[in-house]
């Protein structure tokens, strides 16, 4: 994974962002848009458990944020997997590694069973591609017929031995062209991992990749510490056992370059007695970091001043003290994923530790959500990766049945609110009925009285029915014309302007105006034929004649004959 540059350009113009508003609310039902106001924080997300496998070991953490804004690690265990050999991988011992991930949830006594976990970095595939500009239509219709990805990234096997995760990261109006986000990993290493961590007891709902988790914890950290939504320039190192690589984050653009390291240095890393093949090793590894930064500081003019390292080595400090020697300018420091974090009275002990950066993984998918609703998809592509091949299936079952317990709860809530008024209105009525019963007499009065009036208004009520059956034997064409004018009311097209009507009273009528082109008037001629009290309208004459702003129109007599 040399040089992989993930340019995802969150800082554009605003004809050119993609933001939920102007993408996504057109999609959006009314009663979505109900359900997740009602929800609140919760439509963000449901929340998960972070679960990282590497090292030999299990790490599960648990993060939440309180009603004062402040994030609590509220679960942390780390369980040693016994019996798993030095330098293996756990796929190859699944069965062992699932057991242990059993016995570590039930020892961390997590609350949830939704499961974030990453795949290592070597086995994903990241690029960001350009296309020609799509509709969301027309990309889900090239993906769906495999052309897209076979014409933009050249993989070595088919593509249905992978899975796929796309997101449109920017749209260029101007160039006709847009970037797309393209992270894979082949379907037997995502299967592999799924399986252990169902086996182990819990539910996988996200795959990511562990350079994205490492940047969810730096960004989180970042706004927790500063404020702010994530610093200008950041600058990550992995350095250890695993893996290594650098990763330059500026303006939320991830800049990747794979560090190369021989099979010897392996054995440094594990065994660092002796100075001179550390301080060899690190002058090797420090001119693979140092041509990355250079690459990016002539790219983009910006100067690298601090890097912040992530190690499971625990001499690290030996081998940050040479770093520092060998890039005099530059400061390498370790990062502490927890450091801002208000950790829980029993789990201090537990993240007590000299070197807490190789938690920044496990602690970054702690921070991811289950995005149910969609609300990250259009914020930041790196933070809503899913490499689980049923996320969409997954995602509408999660959602169903958020549906169903939201109108569980409205139908449960309803029914006791009708029941608490039924009950207050029959109190209510049997007190006024009391209070009713109490002048009988004095309403049996007043109702004889009313009796009476009633039967003096029904007699005039007679006469008024008589005397308007009489008015309406009298003949007279006000009705036929007010619905001739209403139908001809009703036939005019916009940009016409009536003149005259001409109506002789019996069978013919007269229309006379001007348009400002001949569909108008033959629209007109067609909406009046189409009318029941019509039965032809035919155009007399037209004409050229200015209107007041001195435009050319077209002027129009229209005769119109009548049915009997």
């Known amino acids: 994974m040399k040089n992989l540059f993930l340019n995802l350009f969150k800082k554009k113009s605003e004809d050119q962002k993609i933001t939920p508003s102007s993408t996504n609310s057109n999609k959006s039902g009314w009663f979505e848009k109900f359900f997740k106001k009602r929800l609140g924080n919760k439509a963000k997300g449901e929340?998960?458990?972070g679960v990282e496998i590497s090292g030999g070991e299990i790490r599960l953490a648990?993060?939440?944020q309180a009603n004062s804004g402040k994030w609590n690690l509220n679960k942390f265990y780390i369980h040693k997997i016994i019996g798993l050999p030095e330098e293996a991988n756990i796929t190859d011992h699944a069965d062992l590694v699932s057991e242990q991930l059993k016995i570590a949830v039930e020892k961390s006594k997590i609350s949830t069973s939704n499961a974030a976990v990453a795949i290592p970095v070597t086995s994903a595939i990241i690029r960001v591609v350009t296309s020609p500009l799509m509709t969301d239509e027309e990309l889900t219709t090239a993906i769906k017929s495999d052309s897209l990805w076979e014409n933009l990234v050249q993989l070595t096997d088919n593509l249905s031995d992978y899975s796929i995760f796309h997101q449109v990261v920017n749209r260029n109006q101007t160039a006709n062209t847009m970037d797309i986000l393209f992270v894979a990993s082949k379907l037997s290493d995502v299967n592999a991992y799924t399986s252990i961590i169902e086996k182990g007891g819990l539910n996988p709902v996200i795959i990511d990749v562990k350079c994205f988790s490492l940047k969810s914890a730096v960004d989180q950290i970042n706004q927790i510490s500063s404020g702010l939504e994530e610093e200008n320039l950041t600058v990550l190192l992995e350095f250890g056992l695993d893996e290594n690589y650098v990763m330059i984050l500026y303006d939320n653009n991830p800049i990747i370059t794979d560090i190369f390291i021989r099979g010897q240095d392996r054995q440094i890393l594990l065994n660092s007695d002796n100075i001179e093949d550390v301080e060899a090793l690190v002058r090797r590894y420090v001119t693979q970091v140092k041509q990355a930064i250079q690459d990016f500081e002539t790219k983009y003019e910006k100067r690298v001043r601090n890097i912040r390292v992530i190690s499971n080595l625990e001499k690290i400090d030996i081998y940050l003290e040479s770093f520092r020697k060998n890039l005099t300018n530059t400061g390498f420091v370790l990062f502490d994923p927890i450091q801002d974090l208000n950790v829980q009275e029993q789990l201090k002990q537990n993240v007590d530790q000299s070197n807490r950066s190789y938690f920044t993984s496990v602690i970054g998918l702690a921070f991811r959500k289950l995005d149910v609703f969609g609300y990250y998809k259009f914020v930041t592509a790196v933070k809503n990766i899913n490499l689980l091949p049923n996320r969409d299936a997954m995602i509408s079952e999660k959602k169903?049945?958020?549906?169903?317990?939201?109108?569980?709860?409205?139908?449960?809530?309803?029914?006791?609110?009708?029941?608490?008024?039924?009950?207050?209105?029959?109190?209510?009525q049997i007190s006024n009925l009391n209070k009713k019963i109490v002048n009988y007499e004095k309403i049996v009065k007043e109702h004889k009285s009313t009796e009476k009036e009633k039967n003096k208004f029904a007699k005039e009520l007679g006469r008024m029915t008589t005397s308007l059956k009489l008015s309406k034997s009298i003949k007279s064409?006000?009705?036929?014309?007010?619905?001739?004018?209403a139908q001809v009311a009703s036939s005019v097209p916009r940009g016409l302007r009536f003149e005259s009507i001409e109506y002789d009273g019996k069978k013919r009528l007269i229309i006379t105006g001007s348009s400002a082109n001949d569909q108008n008037i033959l629209k007109l001629i067609r909406n009046l034929n189409d009318k029941k009290s019509i039965r032809q309208a035919t155009l007399a004459t037209m004409s050229s004649v200015k209107s007041p702003n001195g435009q050319e129109n077209k002027g129009f007599k229209i005769i119109c004959r009548l049915e009997a």
């Open 400 to 428: 169903a049945k958020m549906f169903s317990n939201f109108a569980f709860k409205g139908v449960i809530s309803i029914v006791a609110v009708v029941y608490i008024f039924l009950f207050s209105f029959s109190f209510w």
């Open 47 to 49: 929340d998960v458990v």
């Open 477 to 485: 064409n006000k009705i036929v014309s007010f619905k001739v004018l």
């Open 62 to 64: 648990q993060i939440s």
